[in-house]
């Protein structure tokens, strides 16, 4: 089975702060992405990668940058944490059709 | 560029019912077509896909969906609905050879005794 894991389930930041979110996926799996999930919005692509240190702008890239050294892991920073990034961040990898996705990360800005 | 509409944000409905979550994309190109669940507090569970072959597809969880060209829809159905699918539906579209995925808003199923 695939697993996508994110290094944390719930956060809690300050305004102002350097916010780093983690994906780790064990498939191997060429692509990876990030998502922030809202109430009547669905899913709104930040980035993705389709290899390592290549990255493409999703839907939303405003506020964040990317990261991905390895493989396997696929980083998401907030520069700079505002309240408007309070949201549900899901990460999820794919060998090219169908995305697998991690448990998500409900992220609180304050 | 894809787009997809779930045509109904909740769908309340009793347990034992069948039940129809509604999917239409936009494309201009060959397609695959999914449905994901989401748990509450989850991250989203393929349900099924439809790549190329038959427009009946068979997911988990005794869910189905028939892709229809012409009318450029995914629906999905089930014939009898448990309390444990009370959850949230996504149908995505994406383009063949391409890994990007657009997804609809989502479809909340709440079923009830």
């Known amino acids: 089975d695939v697993k996508v894991t994110q290094s944390s389930r719930y956060l809690v930041k300050r305004t102002g702060e350097k916010v780093f979110l983690e994906c780790v996926q064990d498939?191997?799996?060429?692509?990876m992405f990030w998502y922030r999930q809202d109430p009547g919005l669905g899913l709104r692509l930040i980035y993705f990668?389709?290899?390592?240190?290549?990255?493409e702008k999703g839907d939303i890239p405003e506020g964040y940058s990317v990261s991905r050294e390895k493989k396997e892991r696929f980083s998401l920073i907030l520069e700079s944490a505002s309240t408007n990034q309070t949201s549900m961040y899901l990460c999820?990898?794919?060998?090219?059709?169908?995305?697998?996705f991690g448990p998500g990360t409900r992220l609180t800005v304050t | 560029a894809q787009s997809v509409t779930q045509l109904d944000s909740q769908v309340p409905v009793f347990e034992e019912a069948p039940v129809e979550l509604r999917c239409n994309y936009s494309?201009?190109?060959?397609?695959?077509l999914f449905w994901y669940v989401q748990y509450p507090n989850q991250g989203l569970q393929l349900l099924l896909k439809?790549?190329?072959?038959?427009?009946l597809v068979k997911g988990i969880n005794g869910f189905e969906a028939e892709f229809n060209k012409s009318q450029t829809s995914f629906h999905l159905r089930k014939p009898s609905v448990h309390i444990s699918d009370t959850a949230e539906y996504f149908c995505?579209?994406?383009?063949?050879?391409?890994?990007?995925?657009?997804f609809g808003k989502g479809t909340m199923l709440l079923v009830s005794p």
């Open positions: 999820a990898s794919s060998p090219l059709s169908e995305q697998y």
């Open positions: 498939m191997d799996h060429e692509n």
């Open positions: 990668s389709y290899d390592v240190k290549m990255k």
């Open positions: 494309s201009s190109v060959s397609v695959y």
């Open positions: 439809y790549l190329s072959g038959s427009t």
């Open positions: 995505a579209v994406g383009e063949s050879g391409y890994s990007t995925l657009t």
